[in-house]
């Protein structure tokens, strides 16, 4: 039998070998979904065991990713699965086409199992789905459902999207590898759109290893190229923002252990352009939100959120000139970033102020996210150390559009320090009489 708990390239090789079948994993998949979600509600649909059959049925076996079932963030289509878009419609869709990504992803050999929660059009509002290591906190939002199925061990990936934080923040509190790509670098055909100019879909699995072998189907096209020496790091560190103190150790013993391998590690003056920023983001979702949401809001008001109609009256209040303004900023601090980071190889800086926090009415802070949502650049969230509490931490790495795949290549090798240190600094087990 096959272990759900295996990395992907584990879970492809035994099908590759013919040692496990691809209908046996969606078996094992539905059976711990029925028996975990009750308590983490991640999932808004789980397909049946017969469409699911049907799909594993039609896997090749030599695929790429080849058995590995995902979930599916519940803006974006699976065919013949509803999607509601996290809210509380009188209607939902119900596509006989799948999302671009999605194809992609089954043309791979994967299976959609599913679709996650998502807050509220994957705005503010939370959905019903609580953090896997303390049901108190938060998972974090809008990407919550599917960060906690990769997190409780349902999926070993799933898909989410980012307007501000919606992927990072997810993946910090959840403690898994959260990645958001390049702006427009992965096609949005069947996703429900809610910003032009800021959403970016993106995924979750449990290591940056297996985040870059979903990339290296998603971003075909890219050259994977493996780091030859320490790379030149910029260390985004001094923010306006509040740091937990448990955050700031997480973030500083990321800089000790990439300087112990000859990183070099120089701290960039972060500039108060990322309040502008934060401003401008505001501007900007606003007022595409407001025209995405517009033809729903006006037919059934009654069933969509206050905080999202507030939303959708101040983006409508917002003019064209005003986001014109405000996207002429975007583009022109994509230049100005640039020249900030100094060349360096990716920008090393805090995913989230600290660990979840209690709570299940907000989302959390997005502070440290969405300036790197307006400029576009791919994120990279991976786990390191927990908090004083016992709940998930870890470090954001960032690099400039287009430089996807050696973001994730240098998040990998970072990876593998990150877990040898952590082995390393394990107290010796004690001796004991018997």
Same mark, same amino acid.
């Given at each position: 039998?096959?272990?759900?708990?295996?990395?992907?390239?584990?879970?492809?090789?035994?099908?590759?070998?013919?040692?496990?079948?691809?209908?046996?994993?969606?078996?094992?998949?539905?059976?711990?979904?029925?028996?975990?979600?009750?308590?983490?509600?991640?999932?808004?649909?789980?397909?049946?065991?017969?469409?699911?059959?049907?799909?594993?049925?039609?896997?090749?076996?030599?695929? =790429?990713?080849?058995?590995?079932?995902?979930?599916?963030?519940?803006?974006?289509?699976?065919?013949?699965?509803?999607?509601?878009?996290?809210?509380?419609?009188? $209607?939902?869709?119900?596509?006989?086409?799948?999302?671009?990504?999605?194809?992609?992803?089954?043309?791979?050999?994967?299976?959609?199992?599913?679709?996650?929660?998502?807050?509220?059009?994957?705005?503010?509002?939370?959905?019903?789905?609580?953090?896997?290591?303390?049901?108190?906190?938060?998972?974090?939002?809008?990407?919550?459902?599917?960060?906690?199925?990769?997190?409780?061990?349902?999926?070993?990936?799933?898909?989410?999207?980012?307007?501000?934080?919606?992927?990072?923040?997810?993946?910090?509190?959840?403690?898994?590898?959260? $990645?958001?790509?390049?702006?427009?670098?992965?096609?949005?055909?069947?996703?429900?759109?809610?910003?032009?100019?800021?959403?970016?879909?993106?995924?979750?699995?449990?290591?940056?290893?297996?985040?870059?072998?979903?990339?290296?189907?998603?971003?075909?096209?890219?050259?994977?190229?493996?780091?030859?020496?320490?790379?030149?790091?910029?260390?985004?560190?001094?923010?306006?923002?509040?740091?937990?103190?448990?955050?700031?150790?997480?973030?500083?013993?990321?800089?000790?252990?990439?300087?112990?391998?000859?990183?070099?590690?120089?701290?960039?003056?972060?500039?108060?352009?990322?309040?502008?920023?934060?401003?401008?983001?505001?501007?900007?979702?606003?007022?595409?939100?407001?025209?995405?949401?517009?033809?729903?809001?006006?037919?059934?008001?009654?069933?969509?959120?206050?905080?999202?109609?507030?939303?959708?009256?101040?983006?409508?209040?917002?003019?064209?000139?005003?986001?014109?303004?405000?996207?002429?900023?975007?583009?022109?601090?994509?230049?100005?970033?640039?020249?900030?980071?100094?060349?360096?190889?990716?920008?090393?800086?805090?995913?989230?102020?600290?660990?979840? =926090?209690?709570?299940?009415?907000?989302?959390?802070?997005?502070?440290?996210?969405?300036?790197?949502?307006?400029?576009?650049?791919?994120?990279?969230?991976?786990?390191?150390?927990?908090?004083?509490?016992?709940?998930?931490?870890?470090?954001?790495?960032?690099?400039?559009?287009?430089?996807?795949?050696?973001?994730?290549?240098?998040?990998?090798?970072?990876?593998?320090?990150?877990?040898?240190?952590?082995?390393?600094?394990?107290?010796?087990?004690?001796?004991?009489?018997?």
């Amino acid at each position: 039998m096959a272990d759900l708990s295996h990395d992907i390239a584990s879970i492809v090789a035994q099908v590759k070998a013919r040692t496990v079948q691809p209908v046996t994993l969606i078996d094992q998949a539905l059976e711990f979904i029925a028996t975990n979600d009750t308590a983490i509600h991640a999932w808004t649909h789980v397909g049946t065991a017969s469409s699911m059959h049907q799909a594993a049925g039609a896997v090749d076996c030599d695929a =790429p990713l080849a058995g590995v079932s995902f979930g599916v963030k519940d803006v974006l289509n699976v065919a013949h699965m509803p999607t509601r878009f996290g809210a509380q419609l009188p $209607f939902h869709s119900n596509e006989p086409f799948d999302a671009a990504c999605v194809t992609r992803l089954r043309a791979a050999g994967a299976v959609p199992i599913g679709k996650t929660v998502t807050a509220e059009f994957a705005y503010k509002r939370p959905g019903p789905t609580v953090n896997p290591h303390d049901a108190a906190r938060t998972p974090g939002g809008s990407s919550s459902g599917s960060a906690a199925a990769v997190a409780a061990g349902m999926v070993p990936f799933a898909l989410g999207t980012q307007t501000g934080g919606s992927m990072i923040r997810p993946a910090a509190f959840c403690g898994v590898a959260g $990645f958001k790509p390049t702006f427009g670098a992965v096609g949005r055909d069947g996703m429900k759109v809610i910003c032009e100019s800021l959403d970016t879909i993106g995924w979750y699995a449990r290591s940056v290893q297996d985040v870059r072998r979903i990339a290296t189907v998603l971003l075909s096209g890219k050259k994977v190229v493996e780091p030859a020496q320490p790379p030149k790091v910029a260390l985004a560190l001094n923010y306006q923002h509040v740091l937990e103190p448990d955050a700031r150790s997480a973030l500083n013993n990321a800089v000790r252990i990439l300087r112990e391998h000859g990183s070099v590690c120089a701290e960039i003056s972060v500039p108060d352009d990322l309040t502008e920023l934060a401003a401008a983001h505001q501007i900007i979702m606003r007022y595409e939100l407001a025209r995405s949401i517009a033809p729903i809001a006006h037919r059934y008001p009654e069933y969509l959120s206050e905080t999202l109609l507030e939303c959708v009256r101040q983006g409508h209040a917002t003019d064209h000139e005003e986001h014109s303004e405000a996207r002429a900023f975007q583009r022109e601090m994509t230049d100005e970033w640039r020249r900030i980071a100094q060349g360096a190889d990716f920008i090393l800086t805090p995913s989230v102020p600290g660990e979840a =926090p209690r709570g299940l009415a907000s989302t959390g802070s997005a502070a440290f996210n969405v300036a790197w949502s307006v400029l576009g650049w791919p994120c990279l969230h991976i786990p390191h150390g927990v908090s004083r509490n016992g709940m998930p931490l870890g470090v954001q790495l960032v690099a400039q559009r287009g430089s996807d795949m050696d973001l994730l290549a240098w998040g990998e090798w970072m990876e593998h320090l990150f877990t040898a240190s952590e082995l390393r600094d394990q107290p010796e087990p004690q001796s004991k009489a018997y």
